[in-house]
Nanobody
Protein backbone atom coordinates (compact mmCIF):
# COMPACT_ATOMS: atom_id res chain seq x y z
CA UNK A 1 0.00 0.00 0.00
CA UNK A 2 1.32 3.43 -0.96
CA UNK A 3 -0.04 6.96 -0.84
CA UNK A 4 2.16 9.45 -2.67
CA UNK A 5 1.40 13.16 -2.44
CA UNK A 6 2.63 15.81 -4.83
CA UNK A 7 1.79 19.33 -5.93
CA UNK A 8 3.04 21.33 -2.99
CA UNK A 9 5.29 24.33 -3.31
CA UNK A 10 5.69 28.04 -2.72
CA UNK A 11 2.77 30.27 -3.69
CA UNK A 12 1.86 33.89 -3.04
CA UNK A 13 -1.17 34.80 -0.93
CA UNK A 14 -4.31 34.58 -3.02
CA UNK A 15 -2.81 31.93 -5.26
CA UNK A 16 -3.85 28.35 -5.93
CA UNK A 17 -2.35 24.89 -5.77
CA UNK A 18 -3.69 21.44 -6.49
CA UNK A 19 -2.39 18.57 -4.42
CA UNK A 20 -2.54 15.00 -5.69
CA UNK A 21 -2.47 11.73 -3.78
CA UNK A 22 -1.78 8.74 -5.99
CA UNK A 23 -2.78 5.51 -4.30
CA UNK A 24 -1.63 1.96 -4.95
CA UNK A 25 -2.63 -1.20 -3.14
CA UNK A 26 -6.31 -0.43 -2.69
CA UNK A 27 -9.19 1.29 -4.48
CA UNK A 28 -9.82 4.86 -3.28
CA UNK A 29 -13.52 4.73 -4.09
CA UNK A 30 -14.06 2.04 -1.45
CA UNK A 31 -12.77 4.08 1.49
CA UNK A 32 -13.05 7.48 3.08
CA UNK A 33 -10.09 9.59 2.03
CA UNK A 34 -8.88 12.66 3.90
CA UNK A 35 -6.35 15.47 3.73
CA UNK A 36 -4.68 16.59 6.94
CA UNK A 37 -2.13 19.32 7.53
CA UNK A 38 0.42 20.10 10.18
CA UNK A 39 2.03 23.48 10.67
CA UNK A 40 5.23 23.92 12.69
CA UNK A 41 4.53 23.68 16.41
CA UNK A 42 0.90 22.71 15.87
CA UNK A 43 -1.07 19.49 15.96
CA UNK A 44 -2.09 17.73 12.80
CA UNK A 45 -5.59 18.81 11.75
CA UNK A 46 -8.21 17.44 9.41
CA UNK A 47 -8.70 19.70 6.41
CA UNK A 48 -11.07 17.82 4.13
CA UNK A 49 -12.67 14.40 3.74
CA UNK A 50 -14.57 12.54 1.06
CA UNK A 51 -16.66 9.48 1.80
CA UNK A 52 -16.63 6.23 -0.09
CA UNK A 53 -20.33 5.77 -0.78
CA UNK A 54 -21.81 8.78 -2.52
CA UNK A 55 -18.62 10.78 -2.37
CA UNK A 56 -19.94 13.48 -0.06
CA UNK A 57 -17.34 15.83 1.37
CA UNK A 58 -16.78 17.96 4.42
CA UNK A 59 -14.25 20.61 5.36
CA UNK A 60 -12.64 22.36 8.26
CA UNK A 61 -14.25 25.75 8.86
CA UNK A 62 -10.95 27.45 8.10
CA UNK A 63 -10.92 26.20 4.50
CA UNK A 64 -14.62 26.07 3.59
CA UNK A 65 -15.33 27.81 0.33
CA UNK A 66 -11.64 27.81 -0.65
CA UNK A 67 -10.62 24.13 -0.76
CA UNK A 68 -12.23 21.28 -2.68
CA UNK A 69 -11.53 17.58 -2.24
CA UNK A 70 -12.23 15.21 -5.12
CA UNK A 71 -11.18 11.87 -6.47
CA UNK A 72 -10.61 10.32 -9.87
CA UNK A 73 -11.51 6.64 -9.61
CA UNK A 74 -9.95 5.81 -12.97
CA UNK A 75 -6.61 7.21 -11.81
CA UNK A 76 -7.07 6.00 -8.22
CA UNK A 77 -6.11 9.48 -7.12
CA UNK A 78 -7.45 11.99 -4.61
CA UNK A 79 -7.02 15.73 -5.08
CA UNK A 80 -7.15 18.83 -2.96
CA UNK A 81 -7.77 22.02 -4.92
CA UNK A 82 -6.71 24.98 -2.81
CA UNK A 83 -7.73 28.49 -3.86
CA UNK A 84 -7.36 31.91 -2.23
CA UNK A 85 -4.44 30.63 -0.21
CA UNK A 86 -3.44 32.44 2.96
CA UNK A 87 -0.16 32.45 4.91
CA UNK A 88 -1.91 30.47 7.65
CA UNK A 89 -2.42 27.63 5.17
CA UNK A 90 1.33 27.01 5.29
CA UNK A 91 1.88 23.43 6.46
CA UNK A 92 2.83 19.94 5.43
CA UNK A 93 -0.22 18.34 3.84
CA UNK A 94 -0.84 14.62 4.25
CA UNK A 95 -3.13 12.23 2.44
CA UNK A 96 -4.89 9.69 4.66
CA UNK A 97 -7.03 6.62 4.06
CA UNK A 98 -9.48 5.26 6.61
CA UNK A 99 -9.32 1.53 6.04
CA UNK A 100 -10.65 0.40 9.37
CA UNK A 101 -10.46 -2.27 10.69
CA UNK A 102 -7.18 -2.60 8.81
CA UNK A 103 -6.15 0.82 10.07
CA UNK A 104 -5.23 4.27 8.82
CA UNK A 105 -2.71 4.79 6.04
CA UNK A 106 -0.64 7.92 5.46
CA UNK A 107 1.41 9.45 2.72
CA UNK A 108 4.78 11.08 3.29
CA UNK A 109 3.43 14.63 3.03
CA UNK A 110 3.99 17.59 0.74
CA UNK A 111 5.04 21.06 1.86
CA UNK A 112 2.82 24.04 1.06
CA UNK A 113 4.24 27.49 1.77
CA UNK A 114 2.14 30.61 1.26
CA UNK A 115 4.30 33.70 1.35
CA UNK A 116 5.01 36.88 -0.57
Amino acid sequence: VQLVESGGGLVQPGGSLRLSCVVSGFTVSRYSMRWFRQAPGKERELVAAITSAGGSSNYADSVKGRFTISRDNAKNTVYLQMNSLKPEDTAVYYCNADRRPLGYYWGQGTQVTVSS
